[in-house]
């Protein structure tokens, strides 16, 4: 028994968990060195990378360069256009009047350039998730400096937008972005293949927006499968236009998911690079699947299960499961 004086357990695993999960600080290569003041603020860790003690600026009209089958793609264009909205978020009257100033004696990057050696775009369990990021000043063969990214697909170049847009930080003295511990050479592919989320959504509804952010958060982690549990005994949320009494289970009318909702949430789950892994609990955990069709249930005492012994019950789940 541990003594009076001793914290809780609870108050040490939330220490442990703590120290688990805060940012990984990158003051050199994974095994490199670097200098030059502040450390940059990395997560996750990325598997290889070397840094210097450099410190470069960030044109404010940062411009989009690609190349390879997959660079044209819209995924890579919108996700430029996203991060750069988070890179220069702090960017207002004050940073514009230094832009214009800054522009007379040049930014050290004023491209970034993507490079995605596939067109395909399909996203599974296991897709090609690696990148190489190279930021440094120009070589003085151009005049815009330049950072770039190469990567086989257009998740591994999602990764590695996500990876610059950490090393981005604003200098509020300057009201600039600056890059620092530059020049920074960064290699970098997942650990693991499934790195995920579950979110219930029959026990506690969340609006399609709150689940756009949750996407987003997911993004900045490098998370790539949201696992939905979508339904269960407490509720029946999921609109199936073939069964359309199901929704009689939602909480209320305005707690549902039509099924543009459900189309809407994994097309901007995919642009981030996020697999929507869609869970139905059945045979058990299915109450709410009798409030518009009681006779899914063996007997109104016993609601929990579906009923088996009935061909309709599994026509009625290959319906949803295809549909």
Not at 181 to 206: M, V
Not at 255 to 263: I, P, S
């Amino acid at each position: 028994m541990p003594p009076p004086d001793s914290p809780p357990r609870q108050v040490l695993c939330l220490l442990v968990l703590a120290l688990l999960l805060r940012p990984s600080l990158a003051s050199g290569g994974g095994g490199g060195g670097g200098g030059g003041g502040e450390l940059a603020y990395l997560w996750p860790l990325p598997a290889e990378f070397t840094a210097g003690g450099d410190t470069l600026s960030v044109d404010p009209a940062l411009a989009l360069v690609v190349g390879g089958n997959g660079g044209g793609s819209r995924i890579v264009k919108d996700a430029f256009d996203r991060y750069k909205s988070i890179i220069f978020q702090h960017s207002g009257v004050f940073s514009i009047f230094n832009a214009l100033r800054k522009r007379a004696s040049g930014y050290d990057i004023g491209r970034l350039r993507i490079v995605v050696r596939s067109g395909n775009e399909e996203l599974q369990l296991g897709v090609d998730e690696s990148y190489t990021l190279l930021v440094t000043k120009s070589d003085g063969k151009s005049i815009i400096g330049e950072a770039t990214i190469e990567a086989n697909t257009v998740y591994g170049a999602l990764r590695g937008l996500e990876t610059f847009s950490q090393l981005c930080t604003f200098d509020y003295s300057t009201k600039s972005v600056l890059v620092r511990q530059a020049p920074w050479y960064i290699r970098d592919e997942p650990r693991f293949a499934y790195r995920g989320l579950l979110l219930d959504t029959s026990r506690h509804y969340y609006p399609v927006d709150v689940i756009k952010h949750i996407l987003d958060s997911m993004s900045f982690a490098k998370l790539n499968v949201l696992h939905w549990h979508m339904v269960d005994s407490e509720s029946f949320p999921l609109e199936l236009p073939t069964y359309p009494m199901l929704w009689q289970g939602a909480y209320t009318k305005w707690e549902r998911y039509t099924v543009e909702d459900a189309y809407e949430i994994v097309n901007f789950a995919k642009n981030r690079g996020i697999h929507v892994m869609a869970e139905v609990d059945v045979p058990g955990h299915a109450e709410s699947w009798g409030k518009g069709y009681p006779e899914l249930w063996p007997s109104s005492s016993c609601r929990e299960p579906l009923d088996v012994s009935k061909s309709s019950t599994f026509d009625l789940i290959s319906g949803l499961l295809s549909g």
